[in-house]
């Protein structure tokens, strides 16, 4: 990898590691990643020992598995050469990584707007794996998908696609705008239906909205009220699925959930693939100033990712 594109990290441990690896060779654009090339970027660190480098293949190599249509990295059959594919796995994984990144052009120069619509699309591709006959529709933003502003009349445009009857919007109160759920997944009927939120904070926060969920799912016209979810392009550790409290689609699920050619078949995947190559090329520019970008720290012990082995 360049020398100098990036900070080394400070500690190299778990899964931070495979963060940095990933992160170095896509911003990077290195194809091939030797093991010992790894060991060699910490000459005037702290390197990483044996251990560190096996659990960082032996992630990459889980990762691969779990996901092998979108996620773009494995390992030589030797298991001495990181790799990284070229095409559209890599283009899906990259964007997915720039709305991720705290240091990403995006957040500072007025792209918010345009990074969660890209997000919405991802997400909403993975909404419809979630059950059998999942359908699903981007509702947090008026005038996408044909939402209408208001949500007075939101909701009962929402009703309509699912296929049931709205409820008493009594209770909703005028103006209202942010239904606090970005992402609904649903049968026809209403057969089924989960609330999805989505957030690009590094936080993880994403503010409770206008309305509350249960009170949403009585507007609906729901007997009960769908489950929720949680959707975020980070790739989480089993400490962060604990805290959120609730099932979180995170970067490695929602690779898993949408295949790359199910993304690059639809009319929105021109402009979010050209979004991710000019949030990397101006991340790269930063970089290269004096002023480094640095990745996560590294310094906490390692920590095991579990949600989505086998």
Sequence with gaps: MPAGLLDLPTRSEGL???DWIEQSMLLGAVDEQPRIAIVDEFATADPPDDSDVEFAVAEIRRRAAVAPESYPFSTAEDEQVILLARGGRREAY???????????PWRSNGRHVEAEAHFSVIVEQAARSLFVGARAVRFSRPNVDGRPEQLREAIPWLARQIGVDHGDLGALSEGALDPGVDVVAFTGGGGHAEFIRTTLDVSRHRPRGDVARDALAQMLGFTTTPSARLAVPFALVA???????????????LCRCVPARQLASLGAWTPMREFARSEREELVRRMSAPATGTLPDLSRKPRRNRFLED
């Design 239 to 253: 400490e962060e699925f604990a805290r959120l409290g609730l099932a979180t689609l995170d970067r490695i699920a």
């Design 16 to 18: 931070e590691l495979v």
């Design 94 to 104: 990259e964007l997915l990584v720039m709305l991720s990144r705290p240091d990403a």
